[in-house]
């Protein structure tokens, strides 16, 4: 099975601070995906990345960017973390093409709260 | 766009019986696939069930099987002989075929509470 680790299950930041959320997958998956769970909500797309140095805007990137210096490793950047970003933040990977149509692994997530 | 709604925020079921989890989306897509995700309180979201849409028969995991309904864009989980290890968040979601970034799109949830 594909291994989603997500560096952190919980993180406490203050309004401002830039926050750095890191995910790595062991399984050689070329898409690799950034979500924000909401309740009510479900799961909203931030930013994903098909490639290395690859990335695309998803739903909801206002104040986020993304790094992708590796295959295996996806990370979410918060320039400015503010209260409205209090979250859970999940990670996620796939294979390209017709073979991600399969499904994708997640990571356990990271609740993230900003004060 | 797609949008992919799940009518029940909250549902319950008594252990050993049967649930079933509503979902509804709306595309113009005419090939797509349709998915269950599992969220257990762990948090780690794991694919329960998958659907490809120019399939006509219902996709089926052991205990878990659903009711695809193209032209009403329905797509509902039943859960047979609930378990209490079903507790979780359900999640139901859509991909369009074609789809080279595979980027789904996610239903509100429905979080299942099995009792003993």
């Known amino acids: 099975d594909v291994k989603v680790t997500q560096s952190s299950r919980y993180l406490v930041k203050r309004t401002g601070e830039k926050v750095f959320l890191e995910c790595v997958q062991d399984m050689d998956h070329e898409n690799m995906f950034w979500y924000r769970q909401d309740p009510g909500l479900g799961l909203r797309l931030i930013y994903f990345?098909?490639?290395?140095?690859?990335?695309e805007k998803g739903d909801i990137p206002e104040g986020y960017s993304v790094s992708r210096e590796k295959k295996e490793r996806f990370s979410l950047i918060l320039e400015s973390a503010s209260t409205n970003q209090t979250s859970m933040y999940l990670c996620?990977?796939?294979?390209?093409?017709?073979?991600?149509?399969?499904?994708?692994?997640f990571g356990a997530g990271t609740r993230l709260s900003v004060l | 766009a797609q949008t992919v709604t799940q009518s029940q925020p909250e549902m319950s079921v008594q252990e050993a019986e049967t649930v079933t989890l509503s979902c509804t989306y709306d595309?113009?897509?005419?090939?797509?696939?349709l998915f269950w995700y599992k969220q257990p309180p762990s948090r780690q979201m794991i694919l329960v069930i998958r659907?490809?849409?120019?399939?006509?028969q219902n996709a089926t995991e052991n205990r878990f099987s659903v009711n695809f309904q193209k032209a009403a864009k329905s797509f509902s989980l039943k859960i047979s002989d609930s378990q209490l290890g079903d507790t979780a968040m359900y999640f139901c979601?859509?991909?369009?075929?074609?789809?080279?970034?595979?980027?789904?799109?996610f239903g509100g949830g429905t979080r299942l509470m099995v009792k003993p």
């Open positions: 979601a859509f991909m369009k075929d074609n789809n080279a970034g595979n980027m789904l799109t």
């Open positions: 595309t113009s897509e005419s090939n797509y696939y």
């Open positions: 996620a990977s796939s294979l390209l093409g017709l073979a991600g149509n399969q499904g994708r692994s």
């Open positions: 659907q490809e849409a120019y399939k006509q």
């Open positions: 990345s098909y490639d290395v140095k690859m990335k």
